[in-house]
């Protein structure tokens, strides 16, 4: 058996996974010329390179995945899912430095939604919607945004919301001196907490308990405003956006004489 690294590995899997992944307890090479509309010579050269690599072994009743191969293959999927996460998010991710904490798991299933001219402000009404049924909030905020400062206000005002937010300076001022009735409003009924953080944000996230379950909203932002929501509500994204946000919540500052401490 050749001692391969993983990128070997994961060319192989490349090349021969549709092979692999038609493997079963026992399948013999006639049935998977048929299951593959390939020739024999080919399912002979990807059984030798995968039984190479211990990722397949012979049975009594043919072929089959290895328990190396069920990890493999289940990892190969892993990494193809989050790569097309990233692919598909590549014009979204361009908006953001370099350096920029992000985590692959936003994008992998992800709801991705471009303003586009037709539709410039899909992504803030999306990230709208997610607030509009969360039961408890954390959020972030590099910008004032007012469609969601009218969100917050009546759902606190209805007592339908528990909200924490880490707002920028600059959000903070613009509540202060524009909405400072809906924010005196919002934060007499002792649901609203609120913190300015030491720097910006590099985007708006909403980390959103819902009657149907968590979920995760970001909003990202290009030379003319709010350009792309990313929604997604898998428990690594989840996981990642509520550590992010305890994060930037535990640096912030509290509000004098508006907010809880």
């Not at 996230?205 to 968590?214: I, S």
Request: aromatic share 6%; glycine share 8%; with cysteine.
């Amino acid at each position: 058996m050749s001692q391969l690294g993983p990128s070997e590995i994961m060319a192989a899997v490349a090349r021969r996974g549709s092979t692999l992944r038609a493997l079963d307890e026992g399948t013999r090479k006639s049935d998977l010329v048929k299951r593959l509309s390939v020739s024999r010579s080919t399912v002979d050269r990807a059984i030798r390179e995968l039984e190479g690599q211990g990722l397949v072994e012979r049975t009594d009743d043919g072929y089959r995945r290895t328990l190396a191969g069920e990890l493999v293959l289940s990892e190969y999927d892993c990494f193809t899912s989050r790569l097309g996460g990233i692919v598909e998010a590549l014009d979204a991710l361009g908006t953001l430095h370099p350096k920029t904490e992000f985590d692959t798991a936003l994008l992998d299933g992800a709801d991705v939604v471009y303003a586009e001219k037709h539709s410039p402000h899909e992504p803030v009404t999306r990230h709208g919607e997610v607030v509009s049924r969360a039961e408890t909030v954390r959020a972030l905020a590099p910008a004032v945004l007012p469609q969601q400062v009218q969100i917050y206000h009546d759902r606190l005002m209805d007592g339908e919301l528990e909200a924490q937010l880490a707002l920028s300076e600059a959000v903070v001022e613009r509540l202060v001196t524009v909405y400072d009735d809906l924010l005196r409003e919002a934060l007499s009924t002792g649901r609203a907490h609120i913190r300015q953080t030491t720097s910006d944000p590099p985007y708006s996230l909403v980390c959103a308990e819902t009657p149907t379950g968590p979920e995760v909203s970001l909003l990202l932002y290009g030379d003319t405003g709010a350009y792309v929501f990313i929604g997604n509500d898998s428990p690594e994204a989840v996981e990642w956006a509520e550590s992010m946000f305890a994060e930037w919540w535990a640096g912030a500052t509290p509000l004098p004489m508006r907010s809880d401490q």
